[in-house]
Nanobody
Framework: EVKLVESGGGSVEAGESLKLSCQAS????????MSWWRQAPGKECELVSI???????YMVDSVKGRFTISRDYDKNMLYLQMNNLKSEDTAMYYC????????????????WGQGTQVTVSS
């Protein structure tokens, strides 16, 4: 059974940090692109970052310099280090895996986690 389980979300003050984790199981993580998405209330789901086998491929402009995506093949883990959080980062964050033809199309990803909530108060 394929599973993606996110953790690490929480409620923080602006300027603080969080590290999200995604535990993958049931598929070969090394053969998939791994990504983080987020969805704020009333907004569309947004690709935050994606990492392939040769490293990060994309980071949305609004988080560049603050967020870092990484993966650990041995542990089948995906991470998102989020520093200097802002209120506009408040959203449900999802881990997704697959081999998307278009990285911006959520429907191109095969596997999704249930999400972890990040709330940033200013």
């Amino acid at each position: 059974e394929v599973k993606l389980v996110e953790s690490g979300g929480g409620s923080v003050e602006a300027g603080e940090s969080l590290k999200l984790s995604c535990q993958a199981s049931g598929f070969i993580m090394a053969k998939s692109d791994m990504s983080w998405w987020r969805q704020a209330p009333g907004k569309e789901c947004e690709l935050v970052s994606i990492i392939g086998s040769d490293g990060p491929k994309y980071m949305v402009d609004s988080v560049k310099g603050r967020f870092t995506i990484s993966r650990d093949y041995d542990k089948n883990m995906l991470y998102l280090q989020m520093n200097n959080l802002k209120s506009e980062d408040t959203a449900m964050y999802y881990c997704a895996a697959g081999r998307p033809q278009n990285i911006y199309h959520a429907t191109d990803y095969t596997y999704w986690g249930q999400g972890t909530q990040v709330t940033v108060s200013s």
